[in-house]
């Protein structure tokens, strides 16, 4: 079993879509290049993310080769845009505007990211046989769309489900390409994986049948002292402390150090 990084994705405009990458640098702060690093604001100072607002699955939005290239549209009103989110930022603002008033600024933060979690903002990891088995448990439900409602930055392959759970050991820091990291603990879930990424129509049950599920199939390694309830998939990071960044890429070997 060789836990390897089977794919990166960042996501440069906090709660829209994101771009999968070969490669990401990591910055001294933890965070991945470019994720997260600008979001949407209100009038009351409250982020236009899908926590606050669900009318934002409404907006669709992809990129076109580099981070910055992003096309948004708004496809109940036949709405489409082009902005490159390094110059368009105001142009942006105004045209989310249009559709939802109460936005009334960006905020930029290209040095740590704007996470939710801001004292583990390294990236949320999980396997893609966590995600397939996710999946499974759903009728109507397939892996691009798990993957679309977790939004994690990076998927191993070539390990079990729960895998992920590994990490979460304060004492163990693990190694990607040439960054170290220590997992924090299991990502706690909250309502907007329970809504459809496209339409924000709500799965019935999906909490409790994610929380049910992994109650009983938690695998050996897995601290169960570190969940104070069930809904939690992926594994929440930081850097190690005597990190100061790096880089990775799609083929790194995780590697666990030794207690």
């Not at 191993?156 to 603990?185: C, M, N």
Request: proline share 5%.
């Amino acid at each position: 079993m060789v836990p390897l990084v089977g794919k990166i994705t960042v996501y440069p405009l906090k709660s829209f879509d994101g771009i999968d990458l070969e490669f990401s640098d990591v910055l001294a702060s933890g965070a991945l290049r470019h994720d997260r690093q600008l979001a949407l604001v209100d009038q009351d100072g409250k982020y236009f993310n899908a926590k606050n607002y669900a009318d934002i699955h409404q907006f669709e939005s992809q990129f076109h080769k580099d981070w910055y290239s992003m096309v948004i549209t708004r496809p109940a009103e036949s709405a489409m845009e082009f902005f490159d989110l390094r110059t368009d930022q105001q142009r942006l603002v105004e045209w989310i505007q249009q559709f939802q008033p109460n936005v009334s600024s960006i905020e930029h933060n290209p040095v740590s990211g704007l996470p939710d979690d801001r004292q583990a903002n390294g990236p949320t990891i999980i396997s893609e046989a966590t995600l397939e088995l996710v999946a499974s448990w759903f009728e109507d439900l397939t892996l691009h769309d798990i993957r679309q409602r977790l939004r994690p930055n990076i998927e191993v392959s070539g390990v079990p489900a729960f895998w992920e759970d590994r990490l979460f050991d304060s004492k163990v820091p693990f190694h990607i390409g040439t960054a170290q990291f220590i997992g924090t603990a299991p990502c706690q879930r909250c309502v907007v994986p329970t809504r459809c990424p496209q339409t924000g129509r709500v799965t019935s049950g999906f909490a409790d049948t994610i929380a049910e599920n992994r109650r009983k199939l938690l695998p050996e390694w897995s601290d169960s002292d570190r969940f104070d309830h069930y809904y939690r998939l992926a594994t929440n990071t930081r850097l190690a402390d005597n990190c100061r960044g790096g880089n990775i890429s799609l083929g790194d070997e995780i590697v666990l150090a030794s207690n």
